[in-house]
């Protein structure tokens, strides 16, 4: 999901996305510092365990780290993913991090440009805790109306102005009540940073072939009904989810494709434009079950997880959701 403004008025709500892209092109990160002693690991190696494996070290933020890296005072320990910041609160469980570490390494491999670009514009990943909702971010704090806005998301894709990718601890971790269990909500967030913070400043055409790429697919009734239709910022998000084996199925904002083959059948050029971006990388997501006992999820047991739910203070704005719904799935 990516929106990050509206405009009410007649009972008329409409999301507008301020792009602004970096000048200059891409440039490597001046000055980026050897984090050794600073309260994050500096080297790769540092970040191994058995047989080469990343142990994602969790740390607590020194004052040096947060001023260098433009975190507010919330953020109190992070994970160093190659210069990337992934970090949250004392509230949020450390294997939380540890994964979404793990998801973002997978998806800048191989793609240095990108993630320094992404790194200049000092964008993390903020991870909220079960209990912590989207204005608690310092980055989404001034988002309103602020329930709207907690009801709706569970993540949110970075921009400049806003240099932040949300996501919930309960989705990454597959926690009991995720309201998006069908997905990984990381890769689609993280989908729309590399997009708008990464790739439109390393490839000034970027975004006018995918915004080609998504007119001819609508053009040829693809995605009909479904949130890649929307707009061609979903219609990247999702392609990428479909990328790594994690879009959602059949529900209410999706159709049955959601696997990198299904994708290039059904959508040869979303297919072509992700391919190019993540080459033939073999790696797809797979839930933290299917991983539990190895690296950093060593000690998961999902049935010792906390619970996800949504507060009953929100209810009163689930109306104005199921109307962007049923607006996406074309009905009345």
């Not at 507008?16 to 050794?36: H, N, R, T, W, Y």
């Not at 433009?70 to 993913?81: F, T």
């Not at 797809?284 to 997880?305: F, I, N, Q, T, V």
């Not at 203070?313 to 799935?329: L, N, P, S």
């Amino acid at each position: 999901m990516l929106g990050y403004g509206y405009i009410t008025g007649l009972g008329v709500r409409i999301f507008f996305i301020s792009l602004v892209l970096l000048s200059g092109g891409v440039q490597v990160l001046a000055g980026e510092s050897d984090a050794k002693g600073q309260g994050c690991c500096a080297t790769e190696s540092e970040q191994c365990g058995k047989a080469g494996e990343k142990a994602w070290r969790v740390v607590e933020i020194s004052d040096e780290v947060r001023e260098e890296r433009g975190l507010d005072e919330w953020y109190r320990k992070m994970v160093d993913v190659d210069g990337f910041t992934v970090a949250g609160s004392e509230r949020v469980s450390d294997m939380a991090l540890q994964e979404a570490a793990f998801i973002i390494d997978k998806m800048l491999t191989g793609l240095d440009d990108v993630r320094d670009a992404m790194i200049r514009t000092k964008v993390k990943c903020a991870v909220m805790a079960v209990d912590e909702f989207t204005t608690m971010v310092p980055e989404h704090a001034t988002l309103e109306p602020a329930d709207y806005w907690n009801r709706r998301a569970r993540g949110l894709g970075a921009i400049k102005l806003r240099p932040a990718v949300s996501c919930g601890e309960e989705n990454l971790l597959a926690m009991e009540g995720d309201p998006y269990r069908t997905q990984n909500i990381l890769i689609h967030e993280f989908a729309h940073s590399m997009h708008l913070t990464g790739l439109s400043v390393c490839d000034r055409s970027f975004d006018t072939k995918l915004l080609q790429a998504h007119k001819g697919a609508v053009d040829e009734g693809l995605w009909k009904g479904t949130y890649a239709g929307k707009n061609h910022l979903e219609y990247w998000a999702v392609g990428v989810q479909c990328w790594f084996d994690t879009a959602g199925e059949n529900d209410h904002v999706s159709n049955e494709i959601n696997t990198r083959e299904e994708l290039r059948e059904y959508d040869p050029r979303l297919y072509a434009m992700v391919k190019d971006v993540f080459g033939e990388s073999q790696w797809k997501y797979s839930p933290p079950a299917e991983r539990a006992g190895r690296g950093h999820l060593k000690d998961y047991d999902r049935s010792k997880l906390a619970k996800f739910e949504w507060p009953k203070r929100y209810d009163h704005v689930v109306k104005d959701i199921d109307a962007e719904t049923a607006e996406i799935q074309g009905k009345e």
